[in-house]
């Protein structure tokens, strides 16, 4: 047996590799029983021996198949890529017994061992997550506060506003022109007023209700949507006004930008809502969320700005003669050739922008205002359900998982759809 | 020589302490041709975008067409509308195709109607043989292609000058010829013109003047036959025995 192994001839790499796959296929069997099915194969065996020999053998069994190239297509892949040297094969094995180990553990805290039935924390029984809890909590987790009857005005108001930002697609060509005007102007105060009139409610025989009860995710993607619409714009001026031949607007800018990006945003939302209305004349009323809004407005602008300078600064400087050349003014160079090309470019550091925004949503919880993390941390607190954080913000962070992947494959979508050649 | 339509007098630049441009005085008349040449960093190309402002000179004046060049912008803008320039790098806009490139400017500066302007480019760019092109887009195209259409988009604006800055220093080889042919049809058809290039063939066949930079300064100027024939300054003669 050890003259064929170490006979290198070309009739034996088969031989190699058979024994390779074998050893290899055992270590990780003897990985998958042990933490599956609690069956310990090298029972037998002292302790230290039996927990690092799935290692050796794999280890072993990486090595033989690494030894020659063998013709077959998915196992020179595997050698090419997760097995080019000892090292690697080590560090692979160790990563596949990580993730076989830590595998039915969690599988069962979240669905075999887990909970969902029933209505109050007796229901959970077993060992592993309690959901129902999630489920008991779920309408307070969406809609925060807000009175369960009138949950349809939330729903209405987002089914409105969505559409209305789809209609912006199907617009007519002649009136395609108007596209930014309707996307940076008329959308944003429609959604307000939709918003404003449903949510809010106070008119049109719909009961006020004020916003210290809103909550939830829904409150999450007001703050998120308003904060979006409008720190795109006030970026894109804030980085041309950096980009001035104008001294005064260069310095205001550049004022500006560093001193949002010097301030923490939890700072900014104190401020807002306990210096702010010092400023403001006694008899006038600017509601928190609304000054939450402005607050994260501002601070993300200065973000904004940053990325869309970058992509001002990629563009050669032969654009802007060539613009300038064919009499093109300031604002028609930038509209028509700078900022068209300039935004396509910064549209992932855009995207990394607004996914950090949508991020910090939560902070609003300083000022008083409960989005979904927020109204997480109101549940956790609440003496009949203490003990199941964890539930909680692992609901959350699927959530906002989900809203942040679908927000980054979009911009993916969009570098795509708008790529040009150089 | 009728009224000049480019004046030039005493114009001096400097780039810090470094002075590109020194004491420059030229007369351009209208349909004149005229080719620039000179060692790089001679201030030829820095010359040529004063005439449109692309650089600011910081002394003398620069008359173009009856408009003197100064902070006004307005003044700016109108100059640029009537001077066309092509660049040695094309600088065609990629995320516009051919056709959008040479009817963007037409529209919106000289707020002409889209059809109209469209028919305009897809003349200009007959002219330049290149209309099949015309809905592909910048990044599609040979370089001698781009070229072209630069300066069929320049065309597309009606100038009275057309400025070149080397054309054809970034081309390859057999890319020259067809855009040095679409120059010389333009030169044909009486545009004024003026052309900063290394190319002493489409000097000889088109040029009324050629002039000879170096340093900052016009060294010499002398209608083309008398240029090549009988260069004056000691240092002209040396470039165009190490360019011919």
Redesign the interface.
Known sequence: MINTLTDKKTSNYYYYLLAGLFLFSISILDVVLYSFFKINLTNFLPDILSLFLPLIIGFVGLHLIRIEYSGIKSIDLINKNINTNNFNAFLTLLIIFAIVKATPPSLSWMIFDANISGDSKEACTGTGACWTYVKVWFRRFMYGMYPNDLHWRINTAFILVIGLGFFGFFLKDNLKKYLALYYVIIYPIIAFLVIYYLISGGSFGLVWVETGAWGGLSLTFIVSFFCLIFCFPLGMILALGRRSNLPMIRYISVGYIEFWRGVPLITVLFMSSVMFPMFLPEDFFMDKLVRVIIAITLFEGAYCAEAIRGGLQSLPRGQYDAAKSLGMGYWKMHIFVILPQALKLVIPGICNTFLALVKDTPLIFVVGLAEIAGMLALAKTNPKWLGFAMEGYIFAAIIFWIICYAMSKYSYNLENKYKTER | MSEPIIKIENVNKWFGDFQVLKDINLDVGAKQKIVVCGPSGSGKSTLI?CI?R?EEHQKGTIIVDGTELSEN?KNI??V??????V?Q???????LSILDNCT??PI???KMPKKEAEELAMKQLTQVQISDQANK????LSGGQQQRC?IA??LC?QPKIMLFDEPTSALDPEMIKEVLDAMVNLAKGGMTMIVVTHEMGFAKEVADEVIFMDEGMIIEKAETKEFFANPKSDRTKLFLSQIL
């Open positions: 975008r449109n692309l912008t803008e109108q640029r509308a009537e001077v066309g320039m660049f790098q094309f600088n065609l806009f990629p995320h963007l400017a919106w500066v000289k887009f910048p990044g599609q630069a988009r320049a604006m």
